[in-house]
């Protein structure tokens, strides 16, 4: 019941959440973490079902799933007719259970297979066998009912189905809690009455099942499966697509596109792209943000010849609002009239040995002029004759006289000059046997100066080899420069930083030299650190207007010069670990890298580690781009809960789910004796260790004892532990309203973990 009841946070509480600063949090999609191949394994290869005399349809059995290592996603497929099964993907372990009916089935054996599948791993199959010995009864009318929900609209109409009892009574039962069933017994037929609450259920498909009860001797049933289709809310979406770009071979790339999106309402989006070959793209990092946003696509179509290019940009509200996606089209003309045979060409040749040559051929439909250009490898690579008429035989070189041993590669290009056709790439290869080795003296270099400051003198660096050997220097990023770009071994090469511009911080660069195809390469690591304003702490609070902290608990630091001038939300992309840096800014707490959720240069939200518990105390320091504030000192607790408030203020009416998956408001309380779902931070220690900044996808339970008071009379605790889905110290608290409660609009809740009390002044609406 727990698990069912942890699902019902609606869309709104997330909202709130969201005002409440923690965006990062609903950013994080549980996305599967990388893991080795696992191996999966199925409880029993086989389940036999069994239609007695005179009954509708055999009672569910289950099968369970499990991995090696844990949480594998897994697809289970496999159809029939009379088959039915609870999920389609779960994440192991996980249970599956199974329904068969035998509606419209004549007597006999019937067998189907359910396949149990995992990238990576064997599949893994259960043998459905359904032996039917007589023809089950008649059926209701009709056997299949399907609802649909767009997620923020209005509950779905109720639909019905009439049921002949033939003067037997009988009872309706449904097995979904978002599943409805009542019986007008006044009507003949007896009229029965489906509805569906959607509220808190995720995206997808959802299968129930309605159960009428005969009282038959013996006992005979009646099943209509019952389909809840959730909406992702696209419509609620609105967009300037589709875009469509046009691209002639030989002109210069097509003009970026501006895609304006909107929504109902402010929110967090992510956009992504999808192309074949990856031509589409997203400019200027307009992939994220906040809505309503212009996202800048710009269209690559090198390497493409003539025809429509079908792309695609999907755009979400992670975890919340669903998607939307935006048809792009890229239309190629002019392809290019060429082509070269073979495409490739490999050579094999000793250092300092002999030309070599291979043969190749250019044609075309119809006679061509072509020109014939060496793009990669000038230095080595030759062809013959390099102008002429299409069709031609060709002639390749290669030159490995004056090169080193390594793999070099080039490139030739054709082209058809003023015929409005493209070019064909010929790839050259040339291997050449032997041994080099780099060596690169110092192995680090270290630049600092002050903001204000001329730039450090450059330093040098030597290459030598045991090889004679040409070898080109690059640097990286562009405050970073190192000449000569070439030379012969032994070598000396001059590396300078230009600080112009640069905001203080600690920027990490290097210088690559390498031996051109020789497989060798020596990497040498530069570090600049440019000082500046450093960072000031004014104040701390927890997000319940205090500042106590326990492990576990939100920190917001408040001061200047904290991190980028704008916000920063942190973005998982993927991932289920929040990130320790934030666009240069950091915390540290007791030597331990904060996880951030978002930070500003006036503000920093952290998550006050898990490893800190029972240190006593938290010396916090702030860090933006390398440059640390002073240490700040506050006392640690074992239990410092607060509860998360509608405005984010930290007071007035709670951040709370009634029983049946509505928002806590006033006119819309919760009844008495019914659960109350309350959500907070700074709980302390689980029962089960989990990792700071993490997401937690389990539940669990406190260390501590927890207690609720609602009204002040001491609730019932159904529920304390993990918030499912939400970054590790987030807590979810599920209390039944006593009965004796007094009714109001504002009735005081406070949350008790240990020793700790959530703040004063929260409050829940009880009707």
């Not at 269209?299 to 429509?308: E, M």
């Not at 050259?428 to 046997?433: A, I, M, P």
């Not at 670990?577 to 959720?597: E, R, Y």
């Given at each position: 019941?727990?698990?069912a009841?942890?699902?019902?946070?609606?869309?709104?509480?997330?909202?709130?959440?969201?005002?409440?600063?923690?965006?990062?949090?609903?950013?994080?999609?549980?996305?599967?973490t990388a893991?080795?191949q696992?191996?999966?394994?199925?409880?029993?290869?086989?389940?036999?079902?069994?239609?007695?005399?005179?009954?509708?349809?055999?009672?569910?059995?289950?099968?369970?799933i499990?991995?090696?290592?844990?949480?594998?996603?897994?697809?289970?497929?496999?159809?029939?007719?009379w088959?039915?099964?609870s999920?389609?993907?779960?994440?192991?372990?996980?249970?599956?259970?199974?329904?068969?009916?035998?509606?419209?089935?004549?007597?006999?054996?019937?067998?189907?297979t359910?396949?149990v599948?995992?990238a990576?791993?064997l599949?893994?199959?259960?043998?459905?066998?359904?032996?039917v010995?007589?023809?089950?009864?008649?059926?209701?009318?009709?056997?299949?009912?399907?609802?649909?929900?767009?997620t923020?609209?209005?509950?779905?109409?109720?639909?019905?189905?009439?049921?002949?009892?033939?003067?037997?009574?009988?009872?309706?039962?449904?097995?979904?809690?978002?599943?409805?069933?009542?019986?007008?017994?006044?009507?003949?037929?007896?009229?029965?009455t489906?509805?569906?609450?959607?509220?808190?259920?995720?995206a997808?498909?959802?299968n129930?099942?309605?159960?009428?009860?005969?009282?038959?001797?013996?006992?005979?049933?009646?099943?209509?499966n019952?389909?809840?289709?959730?909406?992702?809310?696209?419509?609620?979406?609105?967009?300037?697509?589709?875009?469509?770009?046009?691209?002639?071979?030989?002109?210069p790339?097509?003009?970026?596109?501006?895609?304006?999106?909107?929504?109902a309402?402010?929110?967090?989006f992510?956009?992504?792209?999808?192309?074949?070959?990856?031509?589409?793209?997203?400019?200027?990092?307009?992939?994220t943000?906040?809505?309503?946003?212009?996202?800048e696509?710009?269209?690559?179509?090198?390497?493409?010849?003539?025809?429509?290019?079908?792309?695609?940009v999907v755009?979400?509200?992670p975890?919340?609002?669903?998607?939307?996606?935006?048809?792009?089209?890229?239309t190629?003309?002019?392809?290019?009239?060429?082509?070269?045979?073979?495409?490739?060409?490999?050579?094999?040749?000793?250092?300092?040995?002999?030309?070599?040559?291979?043969?190749?051929?250019?044609?075309s439909?119809?006679p061509?002029?072509?020109?014939?250009?060496?793009?990669?490898?000038?230095?080595?690579?030759?062809?013959?004759?390099?102008?002429?008429?299409?069709?031609?035989?060709?002639?390749?070189?290669?030159?490995?006289?004056?090169?080193?041993?390594?793999?070099?590669?080039?490139?030739?290009i054709?082209?058809?000059?003023?015929?409005?056709?493209?070019g064909?790439?010929?790839?050259?290869?040339?291997?050449?046997t032997?041994?080099?080795?780099?060596?690169?003296?110092?192995?680090s270099?270290?630049?600092?100066?002050?903001?204000?400051?001329?730039?450090?003198?450059?330093?040098?660096?030597?290459?030598?080899?045991?090889?004679?050997?040409?070898?080109?220097?690059?640097?990286s990023?562009?405050?970073?420069?190192?000449?000569?770009?070439s030379?012969?071994?032994?070598?000396?090469?001059s590396?300078?930083?230009?600080?112009?511009?640069?905001?203080?911080?600690?920027?990490n660069?290097?210088?690559?030299?390498s031996?051109?195809?020789?497989?060798?390469?020596?990497q040498?690591?530069?570090?600049?650190?440019?000082?500046?304003?450093?960072?000031?702490?004014?104040?701390?609070?927890?997000?319940?207007?205090?500042?106590?902290?326990?492990?576990g608990?939100?920190?917001?630091?408040?001061?200047?010069?904290?991190?980028?001038?704008?916000?920063?939300?942190?973005?998982?992309?993927?991932?289920?670990?929040l990130?320790?840096?934030?666009?240069?800014?950091?915390?540290?707490?007791n030597?331990?890298?904060?996880p951030?959720?978002?930070?500003?240069s006036?503000?920093?939200?952290?998550?006050?580690?898990?490893?800190t518990?029972?240190?006593?105390?938290l010396?916090?320091?702030a860090?933006?781009?390398?440059?640390?504030?002073?240490?700040?000192?506050?006392?640690?607790?074992?239990?410092?809960?607060?509860?998360?408030?509608?405005?984010g203020?930290?007071?007035?009416?709670?951040?709370?789910?009634?029983?049946?998956?509505s928002?806590?408001?006033?006119?819309a309380?919760?009844t008495?004796?019914?659960?109350?779902?309350?959500?907070g931070?700074?709980?302390?220690?689980?029962?089960?260790?989990?990792l700071?900044?993490?997401?937690v996808?389990?539940?669990?339970?406190?260390?501590?004892?927890?207690?609720?008071?609602?009204?002040?009379?001491?609730?019932?605790?159904?529920?304390a532990?993990?918030?499912?889905?939400?970054?590790?110290?987030?807590?979810?608290?599920?209390?039944i309203?006593?009965?004796?409660?007094?009714?109001?609009?504002?009735?005081?809740?406070?949350?008790?973990?240990?020793?700790?009390?959530?703040?004063?002044?929260?409050?829940?609406?009880?009707?």
């Amino acid at each position: 019941m727990v698990r069912a009841t942890l699902k019902l946070i609606s869309d709104s509480l997330l909202r709130t959440i969201v005002r409440f600063a923690l965006v990062a949090i609903m950013l994080m999609l549980p996305a599967a973490t990388a893991l080795a191949q696992p191996t999966i394994t199925v409880s029993t290869p086989e389940l036999n079902f069994l239609q007695d005399a005179g009954t509708q349809s055999p009672p569910s059995q289950t099968f369970s799933i499990t991995s090696v290592p844990a949480n594998a996603l897994v697809s289970l497929s496999g159809t029939a007719s009379w088959l039915y099964y609870s999920q389609s993907s779960a994440t192991a372990p996980s249970i599956v259970t199974v329904n068969v009916i035998p509606t419209g089935l004549s007597v006999g054996v019937y067998t189907a297979t359910i396949t149990v599948s995992s990238a990576g791993a064997l599949n893994r199959s259960v043998l459905v066998r359904l032996t039917v010995t007589s023809v089950p009864p008649s059926n209701a009318n009709p056997t299949q009912l399907a609802f649909n929900y767009v997620t923020g609209s209005g509950l779905p109409d109720s639909q019905q189905f009439y049921v002949n009892a033939n003067s037997q009574n009988f009872s309706v039962n449904v097995n979904q809690p978002w599943l409805f069933a009542s019986v007008n017994t006044a009507s003949n037929p007896a009229i029965v009455t489906v509805s569906v609450n959607p509220y808190g259920l995720q995206a997808g498909t959802h299968n129930g099942l309605v159960t009428i009860t005969f009282a038959t001797n013996p006992v005979s049933y009646q099943l209509v499966n019952v389909t809840l289709t959730v909406d992702e809310g696209a419509q609620l979406w609105t967009t300037s697509g589709p875009v469509k770009f046009n691209y002639k071979y030989g002109d210069p790339p097509p003009a970026s596109q501006f895609l304006s999106i909107s929504y109902a309402s402010v929110v967090v989006f992510i956009a992504e792209v999808n192309s074949t070959g990856g031509w589409l793209k997203i400019a200027n990092n307009t992939n994220t943000g906040f809505t309503p946003a212009n996202i800048e696509l710009t269209a690559d179509p090198t390497g493409l010849v003539a025809g429509t290019y079908s792309g695609s940009v999907v755009i979400q509200s992670p975890g919340v609002l669903g998607s939307v996606t935006v048809p792009v089209t890229l239309t190629v003309t002019g392809a290019p009239a060429l082509s070269v045979s073979p495409a490739t060409l490999t050579f094999e040749a000793t250092a300092g040995g002999a030309e070599q040559t291979k043969a190749a051929n250019i044609a075309s439909a119809a006679p061509t002029g072509y020109t014939a250009t060496v793009a990669l490898g000038a230095e080595w690579l030759g062809i013959t004759p390099a102008t002429g008429t299409a069709p031609q035989a060709l002639t390749v070189k290669v030159s490995p006289a004056n090169l080193g041993p390594g793999t070099y590669r080039g490139s030739i290009i054709f082209a058809a000059p003023g015929a409005g056709s493209g070019g064909q790439l010929l790839g050259v290869t040339l291997t050449v046997t032997g041994t080099v080795s780099l060596t690169a003296a110092p192995q680090s270099l270290s630049f600092t100066t002050d903001s204000a400051g001329a730039p450090p003198v450059a330093q040098a660096i030597t290459v030598t080899s045991n090889f004679p050997a040409t070898v080109a220097a690059a640097s990286s990023p562009g405050w970073l420069s190192v000449t000569p770009v070439s030379g012969s071994t032994p070598a000396s090469f001059s590396v300078s930083v230009v600080t112009a511009g640069l905001a203080a911080g600690v920027y990490n660069g290097a210088v690559t030299i390498s031996s051109p195809g020789a497989g060798q390469t020596v990497q040498i690591p530069v570090t600049l650190t440019v000082g500046g304003a450093r960072p000031a702490i004014r104040e701390f609070t927890n997000g319940g207007s205090g500042a106590d902290f326990a492990p576990g608990s939100l920190m917001i630091v408040l001061g200047s010069n904290l991190g980028p001038s704008t916000m920063t939300v942190a973005a998982l992309n993927g991932s289920t670990q929040l990130p320790t840096n934030l666009n240069g800014a950091q915390v540290f707490i007791n030597n331990i890298a904060a996880p951030l959720l978002l930070a500003s240069s006036t503000q920093v939200y952290a998550m006050v580690p898990f490893e800190t518990a029972g240190q006593g105390r938290l010396d916090v320091v702030a860090a933006y781009q390398g440059v640390r504030s002073e240490t700040r000192t506050l006392p640690l607790l074992d239990n410092a809960p607060i509860l998360f408030t509608a405005d984010g203020s930290g007071r007035g009416r709670a951040s709370a789910i009634n029983q049946n998956g509505s928002i806590n408001i006033p006119g819309a309380g919760a009844t008495r004796n019914s659960v109350i779902q309350l959500y907070g931070a700074g709980g302390g220690l689980f029962e089960r260790d989990v990792l700071t900044g993490s997401v937690v996808s389990a539940t669990g339970r406190f260390r501590s004892t927890v207690s609720v008071f609602i009204g002040g009379v001491q609730a019932v605790v159904s529920y304390a532990g993990p918030a499912p889905g939400q970054v590790a110290g987030l807590f979810q608290v599920n209390a039944i309203i006593p009965g004796d409660t007094l009714p109001g609009a504002s009735v005081p809740v406070t949350v008790r973990v240990g020793t700790g009390f959530s703040q004063p002044g929260v409050t829940i609406a009880v009707e």
